[in-house]
C-alpha cells in the first residue's frame, strides 16, 4: 500500500551534550533530496571547519521508495553514523537527516561510549525538534483545450491542498501540479467529468509537501 503521510521535521534543530570532554552537537532537519544534504553538510563544514567528525544519518524518500543513508566520517564502523540512522528510522522519519559534529576532547571513549553518543546526540534533537505530519504528494501534468480553461481554474479552486507549480501555453496550455495522494482519485474523477474527458493528467514525480 502506498503511504500518504510520514513525519519529519519543521524546520531545524540543534542540541549539545558532552561526553568525557567530547562535545557532540546534534543538527536534525527536514532534506528531500541527496543534494539538499549534501549542500546542507557542506554549510555545517564551514559554520564547524575544526570539528573532528561530522557523521549523520538519513532517510529520503526517492521515486517512491525510503532510501537510508549514514555517514562515519572517519569514526570507526557502527559507532557514528549507523547508530544515528537506527534513531532516525526508529523514530519513524523520512525525508529527514540528523547531523552530529563531534569535537573530540582528549579522551577515547570506546566503540560503545562512541554509539551511545551518537545515539543520545540524535535522540535528543529529535526530542527536542518540532516533528511534523507532511502529506505525500506526487506531481502531475495536465493538458487541456482553451476552451476549457474556466472549468479547470473552477476545479482547482475547489481543491486548496493542490499546488500548481508551472504553467505553459502552447498548442495546449499546460499545468504542472503537486497533488496529494489521498486526493488522486477524487480529483481525476472530478476532472474527468467536468470537462467530458478531454483532458490528460499524467504522473510526473513525487514530491512532499507539509501540513500541519
Known amino acids: 500500500m502506498q503511504r500518504t503521510s510520514y513525519k519529519t521535521f519543521a524546520g531545524e534543530t540543534r542540541v549539545k551534550i558532552k561526553r568525557k570532554g567530547s562535545r557532540f552537537i546534534a543538527v536534525g532537519t527536514a532534506v528531500e533530496s541527496v543534494d539538499e544534504l549534501e549542500a546542507k553538510e557542506d554549510e555545517l563544514w564551514e559554520e564547524f571547519p575544526k570539528a573532528s567528525h561530522i557523521a549523520s544519518g538519513s532517510v529520503i524518500v526517492e521515486s517512491g521508495r525510503a532510501v537510508e543513508r549514514y555517514e562515519n566520517d572517519g569514526e570507526p564502523r557502527g559507532t557514528a553514523g549507523e547508530p544515528i540512522l537506527q ?36 535522540r535528543e534533537a529529535i526530542k527536542e525538534g518540532k516533528i511534523v505530519v507532511q502529506k505525500e504528494k506526487e506531481r502531475y501534468r495536465v493538458r487541456f483545450p482553451y476552451s476549457l480553461t474556466g472549468e479547470v481554474v473552477d476545479l482547482l479552486a475547489k481543491y486548496e491542498e493542490i499546488d500548481v507549480l508551472d504553467r505553459s501555453y502552447g498548442e495546449q496550455p499546460e499545468l504542472e501540479l503537486s497533488l496529494p495522494v489521498d486526493l488522486f482519485d477524487s480529483f481525476s474523477r472530478s476532472l474527468r467529468s467536468g470537462t467530458a474527458g478531454e483532458v490528460t493528467l499524467e504522473k510526473v514525480d513525487t514530491e512532499p509537501t507539509e501540513t500541519q
Not at 547531523?99 to 562512541?114: A, D, S
Open 87 to 122: 534513531v532516525v528510522k526508529g523514530e519513524g522519519l523520512s525525508n529527514a537527516v540528523v547531523f552530529v559534529v563531534r569535537y573530540f576532547g582528549g579522551t577515547e571513549l570506546g566503540t560503545g561510549g562512541l554509539s551511545r553518543a551518537y545515539s543520545d546526540a540524535a
